[in-house]
């Protein structure tokens, strides 16, 4: 597998990838409430998010969402102060202190993934996984995969919290992902089970893998005709 | 030189101020305030207070700019283009067309930074701008325009301030002190025109494509995204067309105020009005071919994403707007065309309709993309503006109103030099 790079040509540290085995995904959205107890962000926003998609073949498959991370980020690019950036790892990341609040990356972003802080700063609560936990208002904030934690050596709390153990994380230069019970090969398993990249036509190059297999079998058949989006049926309310 | 009962006639207006024009003044002071205190509360609360949400982040603020932006089309249209083609008939109400231009770029301009969510940070545009970004594009040809028709209004005027210097020596000190500065010893010597001519043809020939460049970078901020009804190759062109439009409506509008109000029967006539009308005619069937071009095309392949957005356009939540905005484009072309309604009040009513559409326009070429994003979200897809949002665009019109007025006395609104050497 090719080394991931960034635009300037530099080999990253680690390339922090994220697999999501969509067979085994129940939609619970346990994910979701871990991120929130992690993050503590605005009510309503979901930094790992679970998208619920009735494909062609009529069934209703979840798609959890975390930030992509992509690695030709639109978000990157179109920020007009350069507060969004690529870390050393490839994690796509925003200067709090610098983002002015224009919202232009919300616009960019085509997976969603980007919230804003309409109001003055939430009480902290939850354990910090080495970040500061604080959200300033008037900027804006995604999910960073927890780096620290992967830095460490642990999971980001929505994996752990997988009660189907769907969510691996891992690193594309070593070629191994894990999800906390077993490690896994990456390349081997993307090769031998059927997986795609949301959107990934447009070229944003995202870090998140979905694996799909005979029951999220319709997920694939949406993800091939992707250009054309379904409407939604949202899982959790 | 002048003709001098040109110039009274013109100089009128800032000699003798009646009490209508102070409760104009006060009224439009108090729309501001309003808007103000509105965003006073917004400071202090945070985006929040506004019907904004991660999913419509985008709203009335970002309506307004394109709109007033837009507005700003109008004097370098009418000024530069009219002058570029020598038409005579354009003198008499050049000037107010680069007023139009002045204010509406200083409304416009602040719209988007009222939308920021940190505006004590906006000096990182300069500190740490990235040219790639569609918003600094925004943010250099937006001040460039700025200078630019500042430039371009204050050159025609300075033999008109000489002459307020000369005429006007019983208004108040402040007033003679710039018409005194401004001037810059303006004598009407052959050497002084020669020069102030050359000026002039430079920056008509200038401010032309740098107001280009304006709307383009502003449809630019859209076009340059992922999002279905936004990425569109038509969008630069689309927006200059409609900026042209918006322009000259609103130039027809407050042509119609000051004729009225100052009694500038002689000088704005009814052939104003007529060319103006016909020139806003054929840019109004511009637009509409250009809207054409835009939904057929998308309209006809309707992929899943574009349909999403199409059909809340065409027959769902914002077809009343849609379908609203494209009557009251349609509208003007019959009021203009047939010769019985071609009057000055026709053309006026059908400037206002014009104006009302092409906001309404930007609002729906915002807001349903925004509500179809590429991932289907389970947020509330539904937008509406709180009262802050409405009493701060209330603020923005009574400000770009107040700032007319408010020069409408310290310079004269028609071009006394210009027009007496055509009378001559």
Same mark, same amino acid.
């Given at each position: 597998m090719e080394n991931a790079r960034d635009n300037s040509g530099i080999k990253w540290r680690y390339d922090?990838?994220?697999?999501?085995?969509?067979?085994?995904?129940?939609?619970?959205?346990?994910?979701?409430?871990?991120?929130?107890?992690?993050?503590?962000?605005?009510?309503?926003?979901?930094?790992?998010?679970?998208?619920?998609?009735?494909?062609?073949?009529?069934?209703?498959?979840?798609?959890?969402?975390?930030?992509?991370?992509?690695?030709?980020?639109?978000?990157?690019?179109?920020?007009?102060?350069?507060?969004?950036?690529?870390?050393?790892?490839?994690?796509?990341?925003?200067?709090?202190?610098?983002?002015?609040?224009?919202?232009?990356?919300?616009?960019?972003?085509?997976?969603?993934?980007?919230?804003?802080?309409?109001?003055?700063?939430?009480?902290?609560?939850?354990?910090?996984?080495?970040?500061?936990?604080?959200?300033?208002?008037?900027?804006?904030?995604?999910?960073?995969?927890?780096?620290?934690?992967?830095?460490?050596?642990?999971?980001?709390?929505?994996?752990?919290?997988?009660?189907?153990?769907?969510?691996?994380?891992?690193?594309?230069?070593?070629?191994?992902?894990?999800?906390?019970?077993?490690?896994?090969?990456?390349?081997?398993?993307?090769?031998?089970?059927?997986?795609?990249?949301?959107?990934?036509?447009?070229?944003?190059?995202?870090?998140?893998?979905?694996?799909?297999?005979?029951?999220?079998?319709?997920?694939?058949?949406?993800?091939?005709?992707?250009?054309?989006?379904?409407?939604?049926?949202?899982?959790?309310? | 030189m002048y003709r001098r009962e040109v110039a009274e006639d013109?100089?009128?207006?800032?000699?003798?101020?009646?009490?209508?024009?102070?409760?104009?003044?006060?009224?439009?002071?108090?729309?501001?305030?309003?808007?103000?205190? %509105?965003?006073?509360?917004?400071?202090?609360?945070? !985006? /929040?207070?506004? #019907?904004?949400? $991660?999913? &419509?982040?985008?709203? @009335?603020?970002?309506?307004?700019?394109?709109?007033?932006?837009?507005?700003?089309?109008?004097?370098?249209?009418?000024?530069?283009?009219?002058?570029?083609?020598?038409?005579?008939?354009?003198?008499?109400?050049?000037?107010?067309?680069?007023?139009?231009?002045?204010? %509406?770029?200083?409304?416009?301009?602040?719209?988007? !930074? /009222?939308?920021? #969510?940190?505006? $004590?940070? &906006?000096?990182?545009? @300069?500190?740490?701008?990235?040219?790639?970004?569609?918003?600094?594009?925004?943010?250099?040809?937006?001040?460039?325009?700025l200078v630019g028709s500042m430039t371009y209004l204050y050159l025609p005027l300075i033999p008109d301030l000489a002459i307020c210097r000369d005429l006007l020596g019983d208004?108040?000190?402040?007033?003679?002190?710039?018409?005194?500065?401004?001037?810059?010893?303006?004598?009407?010597?052959?050497?002084?025109?020669?020069?102030l001519g050359k000026a002039i043809a430079i920056m008509t020939v200038l401010i032309v494509p740098i107001m280009i460049t304006v709307h383009t970078v502003v449809s630019w901020i859209f076009a340059m995204t992922f999002r279905a009804g936004w990425r569109s190759t038509i969008f630069g062109i689309y927006f200059v067309v409609g900026a042209l439009l918006s322009g000259l409506a609103t130039v027809i509008t407050f042509m119609a105020i000051v004729r009225k109000a100052y009694r500038f029967e002689k000088y704005i006539r009814y052939e104003h009005f007529k060319y103006f009308g016909y020139l806003l005619l054929a840019v109004d069937l511009f637009y509409i071919y250009l809207m054409i071009n835009e939904y057929q095309v998308s309209g006809y392949l309707w992929s899943r994403h574009e349909a999403a957005v199409l059909s809340s356009l065409y027959g769902g939540k914002y077809a009343i707007y849609f379908w609203a905005t494209v009557f009251m484009l349609v509208a003007p072309i019959f009021i203009i065309a047939i010769p019985r309604t071609r009057t000055i009040n026709g053309i006026l009513v059908a400037s206002i309709i014009v104006n009302i559409s092409m906001w309404l326009k930007r609002y729906v070429i915002i807001v349903p993309t925004l509500a179809n994003p590429p991932m289907p979200s389970s947020f509330i897809m539904i937008y509406t503006p709180s009262w802050i949002e409405a009493a701060i665009t209330i603020g923005s019109f009574c400000g770009f109103g107040l700032l007319i007025a408010i020069f409408s006395k310290l310079f004269p609104l028609i071009s006394i030099w210009e027009v007496s050497e055509s009378e001559e």
């Open positions: 922090w990838v994220m697999v999501i085995d969509l067979e085994k995904c129940e939609g619970c959205g346990l994910c979701e409430e871990a991120c929130i107890a992690a993050h503590n962000p605005l009510p309503g926003q979901k930094w790992m998010k679970v998208y619920a998609f009735e494909t062609p073949t009529g069934d209703i498959s979840p798609l959890p969402r975390p930030c992509m991370q992509c690695q030709k980020a639109p978000c990157v690019s179109i920020c007009p102060v350069g507060a969004n950036y690529y870390n050393q790892d490839g994690i796509v990341l925003i200067d709090k202190d610098r983002c002015i609040g224009c919202r232009m990356c919300m616009a960019a972003c085509p997976y969603g993934a980007r919230y804003f802080n309409w109001r003055a700063p939430l009480p902290k609560k939850g354990e910090s996984h080495g970040l500061e936990n604080i959200h300033p208002v008037g900027v804006v904030e995604k999910c960073m995969f927890c780096y620290p934690a992967l830095e460490k050596g642990d999971l980001p709390p929505c994996a752990k919290a997988c009660p189907m153990k769907a969510i691996y994380l891992g690193d594309r230069n070593q070629d191994i992902v894990t999800n906390g019970e077993e490690t896994l090969k990456l390349s081997k398993l993307l090769s031998e089970r059927d997986s795609f990249r949301l959107f990934e036509e447009l070229g944003t190059e995202p870090k998140v893998y979905y694996l799909t297999g005979e029951r999220s079998r319709g997920c694939l058949e949406w993800r091939k005709a992707s250009r054309f989006l379904p409407p939604s049926y949202p899982l959790s309310p | 013109i100089l009128r207006p800032l000699r003798v101020t009646t009490w209508r024009y102070y409760v104009l003044i006060a009224f439009l002071l108090l729309g501001v305030l309003f808007g103000a205190y %509105a965003y006073y509360i917004q400071i202090t609360s945070g !985006l /929040i207070v506004t #019907g904004l949400r $991660d999913n &419509i982040f985008w709203g @009335l603020y970002i309506t307004n700019f394109v709109f007033f932006i837009g507005i700003s089309h109008a004097g370098t249209l009418i000024s530069a283009v009219l002058r570029l083609a020598r038409a005579e008939w354009r003198k008499p109400v050049t000037r107010m067309a680069e007023y139009i231009t002045v204010m %509406a770029l200083f409304v416009g301009g602040l719209q988007p !930074l /009222i939308d920021l #969510g940190r505006i $004590d940070r &906006i000096l990182n545009i @300069l500190f740490y701008g990235r040219i790639q970004s569609p918003i600094v594009w925004d943010f250099i040809s937006i001040t460039t325009y208004v108040s000190g402040f007033k003679r002190w710039i018409y005194e500065k401004l001037s810059m010893n303006w004598r009407w010597g052959d050497g002084q025109r020669a020069v």
